[in-house]
């Protein structure tokens, strides 16, 4: 496996899933019965930023160091933020924790946790940066998907973010997904796609489209080589979320906003209707 979610810690695609993340698992909180969480592609945990080439400049300086500079007023920016300083006490960002750690500080004591992560060597720097909590599986995160799911707790959040280096891994997210749904269907199912080709992203959402309860809520750069947009499709959105998360939006444009185009925080919640590709006015060269 070639990918490595090193490079790219704390990119803007780290911080448009990480915020909804941690919405959803706040939401889940607000209510005393304990949530399950699976995180089907876990990574190591915990990416240290000032190990990173300098050139080209990494990937975190357009994405979380701008809200680290930025002291955010919305209390879901703040708080990720603050979720991200207590691994950076010198208040220097030096350090960028994943999913696993962002789900483990949310966690509280009767919830229950599980991580899968493929590669041998990430597994174990998982385990090290996460303790002596359990719940760490070194396999396949479809496989681990429809194994461990419906969990006892009958309710709690089920995280997909694969690499997409694989030719099958769309083909591989569409046969697994709507049966994990099935299996589970008062689970909330997060799951994040890149955008870099429109054409292959469109017909993945159109696909997914058809799972019962999935909503999409991209954003978008403007288009050029590359990762250019950050996509989220979420099954049984909790109630209120939506609305929620769409008021983030001209806090996040405005603090993303560039020289060379806008950012577009674009939902289509609800409908279950794939959204085709961005309009007319982001068309144009990616920055940077
Ligand atoms: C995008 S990274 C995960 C980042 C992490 N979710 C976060 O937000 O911090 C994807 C991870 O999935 C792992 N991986 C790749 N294929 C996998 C598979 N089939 N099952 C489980 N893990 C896999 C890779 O080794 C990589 O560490």
């Known amino acids: 496996m070639n990918y490595d979610h090193r490079f790219h810690a704390g990119n803007f695609a780290d911080v448009h899933k990480h ?6 698992l706040e939401r889940l909180s607000e209510k005393p019965t304990p949530w399950f969480y699976l995180d089907t592609h876990a990574g190591t ?8 080439p300098a050139d080209p400049p990494p990937e ?6 701008i809200l680290w500079q930025a002291n955010p007023s919305d209390p879901l920016l703040a708080r990720y933020r603050a979720l991200v300083a207590s691994d950076n006490p010198s208040g220097s960002l030096i350090r960028y924790p994943g999913s696993p750690l962002l789900a483990r500080r949310l966690a509280r004591s009767g919830d229950r946790l599980a991580f899968v992560e493929a590669v041998p060597q990430r597994q174990i720097e998982l385990k090290r940066h996460l303790g ?3 719940g760490v599986h070194c396999r396949d995160g479809y496989e681990a998907l429809l194994a461990l799911t419906p969990p006892a707790e009958g309710r709690g959040l089920v995280f997909l973010d694969p690499p997409y280096e694989s030719a ?12 994990a749904c099935a299996r589970f269907p008062q689970g909330v199912f997060l799951v994040w796609y890149p955008w870099v080709d429109a054409d292959w992203t469109s017909g993945l959402k159109r696909r997914l489209a058809r799972i019962p309860g999935i909503s999409f809520l991209d954003w978008l750069t403007p288009r050029g080589s ?4 950050s996509g989220l499709a979420l099954v049984n959105a909790p109630y209120g979320i939506p609305a929620r998360l769409a008021r983030l939006e001209p806090e996040l444009t405005a603090l ?10 674009i ?13 007319p006015a982001l068309r144009g060269r990616r920055p940077g």
């Not at 945990?45 to 990173?52: A, I, K, N, T, V």
């Not at 975190?60 to 160091?65: I, P, Q």
């Not at 083909?171 to 997904?177: F, I, T």
């Open 267 to 279: 939902s289509t919640w609800g409908s279950g209707e794939a959204r085709a590709a961005p309009g």
């Open 60 to 65: 975190f300086r357009r994405g979380f160091e």
């Open 226 to 229: 590359g990762l250019w947009g």
């Open 168 to 179: 099958t891994e769309a083909e591989r997210l569409e046969e697994a997904l709507p049966r």
């Open 19 to 24: 915020i909804v993340l941690i919405a959803l």
């Open 45 to 52: 945990g915990l990416y240290e930023l000032d190990r990173l």
């Open 132 to 134: 002596k909590r359990p």
């Open 256 to 265: 993303f906003q560039n020289p060379l185009g806008a950012t577009q925080w």
